[in-house]
Structures are given as structure tokens and as C-alpha cells.
């Protein structure tokens, strides 16, 4: 499995769910939205994807200064969605209407940005990162194929050694 392969379709995913939520569609709820991108996402490139890249380019300072930037909003991220998840919970539909805008326009924007000063120089460099498959489990399989829209087949050949 590619990592960066997968994590581009996740991209891809949430872009959707973006278009989705600014036309007014909500087929994945927030809550659902905002754990899926902590807990799975964020995870896996914290976690697994940007020590790899940190390691196989050991010499490109930019590289690590950039990475940690991009790490670092991960916590932007997070904060922005759990204050969000805390106002729908409190049913509090001015602040809603107000941040969620806010919250996929960062978003949109960290992804891409990680698409085009990291992604897009690693295609091969990183092999298979077993952590991705385990974030997956442990996120729940079902859960991720509702939102990331991903077929059963493909997921299976992804999680196959």
C-alpha cells in the first residue's frame, strides 16, 4: 500500500464532504466529520507518515521546518472542531453557522498545502506504513468507507499485505 496514495483519497473525500456541506448536504455529520480527520487522518501522517519523511530526507531542513508547521495546525484543526462539536452540542446555531465555514475553508487550505509541498515529492519514497492499516481498524472500517466513500474491494486491496 502507498501511504501517500491513501491519504490523497482521503483528501479527495473530504473535499467532497466540503461541496457537500456548502450546498447544504450533510450525508456525514460533523461530529463523525471532525473525529475521522483527528483521530484517523492526522493520526496517521503524525504518527506514521511525516517521521518516514522526516528520516528518508535527512538533509532538507526546509522540508522538517515545513512539516512541523503542517503538524502544528493539525492542533488548529483539532481545536476549531472539538469548540464546534461543543456548540452543537450546546445547540448553539449562531456560532455553528459561523465556524463550520471557517473550519472547512483550513482545512481545504492545510490539505492542499500538504499536497503541494509534501506529497508530491514522496510517491515511492516511503513503501508501506502498517500504522495506516491499524488507524483504519481502529477508526472502524465501516465508519471509514462511509465517509471516505471507498469501495469494500478497494479497501480490501489495501489491506491486504
Known amino acids: ?5 491513501l491519504l490523497l483519497y482521503e483528501h479527495s473525500a473530504l473535499r ?6 456548502e450546498s447544504g448536504y450533510q450525508r456525514i455529520g460533523f461530529k ?4 475521522f480527520v483527528i483521530n484517523h487522518h492526522a493520526r496517521v501522517e503524525d504518527l506514521y507518515v511525516f517521521p518516514k519523511i522526516k528520516v528518508s530526507n535527512p538533509d532538507d531542513a526546509d522540508l522538517a521546518k515545513n512539516i512541523d508547521r503542517i503538524s502544528a495546525d493539525h492542533k ?3 481545536t476549531l472542531g472539538n469548540n464546534i462539536v461543543k456548540w452543537i452540542d450546546n445547540n448553539d446555531t449562531d456560532m455553528i453557522e459561523r465556524r463550520i465555514p471557517v473550519y472547512w475553508k483550513i482545512l481545504a487550505e492545510h490539505n492542499m498545502s500538504e499536497e503541494k509541498t509534501i506529497f508530491y515529492r514522496l510517491r515511492s519514497d516511503l513503501g508501506s506504513v502498517d500504522g495506516i492499516i491499524e488507524s483504519i ?4 472500517i465501516n465508519e ?6 471507498i ?3 478497494m479497501l480490501e486491496i489495501y489491506l491486504s499485505p
Open 76 to 78: 488548529l484543526i483539532e
Open 32 to 35: 463523525n466529520i471532525n473525529d
Open 144 to 149: 471509514y468507507i462511509k465517509i471516505t466513500g
Open 137 to 140: 481498524k481502529s477508526f472502524g
Open 1 to 5: 500500500m502507498d501511504p501517500i496514495d
Open 151 to 153: 469501495s469494500s474491494l
Open 16 to 21: 467532497v464532504l466540503k461541496f457537500e456541506w
